[in-house]
């Protein structure tokens, strides 16, 4: 069996210092043979940087992904090429720095490929995220049976119809980029584990990660307010993937949860 341990949006630094404290040991305690972790609104919740996707590859993270904010900061752009576990939705148009899919190795030696796509509901007008998991299933390699999507999208029935569409394709499909956990966990009928939402890793005691007070004058004025990272109820929201890689399908996914 291959364990996959997915991690949703690490939001500013509450995000970042509960995964730096717990991550190792929900590693050892759950067996997790890979860590993958959505870190778009890693910086300040608006995008991610160099130094910070290192500082959460040294906390043990194996893959990270990302969506619309992922081009929030400049300097990411060229870390792209050095780094490839670095993903960014696929459907972006190809000449944008960055990758969609990548196959790493995980820790007991299975090839798993990891792919990030992102919704078009509410969201910018890029490439159809259906399509463009078909041309990235069909670019894996046979062998390759473990295979992870991350579907940043805004509407449940976007993400839902994207389970469907995977099913018995893929090992498993989480949503992200909502910052709600959803309590839809399961085994779709040919074998993917699916949950609409893997919910945020920052801080709760705000509003989707941004101070409270701030998003309340938004809202009573409609006036244009500057965001600020909520600094307090730091929770880690994740989901944990039990994969036959002989044949790619699901045997078990239960959410985790730090707080
Ligand atoms: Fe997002």
């Not at 991550?23 to 860590?35: H, P």
């Not at 300040?44 to 990302?66: C, K, M, S, W």
């Not at 992870?148 to 839902?160: L, P, R």
Request: charged share 20%.
């Amino acid at each position: 069996m291959t364990n996959l341990l997915f991690i949703g949006d690490i939001f500013a630094s509450p995000g970042r210092t509960i995964v730096a404290r717990y991550l190792r040991d929900i590693v050892a305690a759950e067996k997790i043979d890979l860590a993958i972790a959505n870190v778009e609104n890693a910086a300040g919740g608006f995008g991610i940087t160099p130094q910070l996707a290192d500082e959460l590859f040294g906390f043990g993270l194996n893959v990270l992904t990302t969506g619309n904010h992922v081009w929030d900061k400049r300097e990411i752009y060229d870390y792209f090429p050095r780094q490839p576990r670095l993903l960014r939705p696929a459907n972006y148009v190809e000449e944008l720095p960055g990758a969609g899919l990548i196959v790493v190795k995980a820790r007991n030696g299975v090839e798993c490929a990891v792919m990030n796509l992102q919704g078009r509901v509410y969201m910018p007008t890029i490439d159809c995220p259906f399509r463009k998991a078909d041309s990235l299933l069909a670019s894996i390699p046979e062998s390759v049976k473990v295979r992870f999507v991350d579907f940043h999208a805004e509407v449940t029935s976007e993400k839902v119809t994207m389970g469907w569409y995977l099913d018995g394709r893929v090992s498993g499909v989480v949503g992200t980029h909502t910052h709600i956990p959803t309590a839809d966990t399961r085994i779709l009928p040919n074998g993917t584990a699916y949950q609409t939402d893997a919910g945020m890793t920052g801080p709760y005691h705000g509003v989707i990660g941004v101070d409270k007070e701030i998003i309340l004058q938004r809202f009573l004025t409609q006036m244009p307010v500057r965001m600020e990272a909520a600094r307090h109820g730091a929770e880690l929201h994740s989901v944990i993937i039990e994969v036959d890689e002989t044949t790619g399908k699901a045997t078990a996914v239960r959410r985790f949860t730090v707080s």
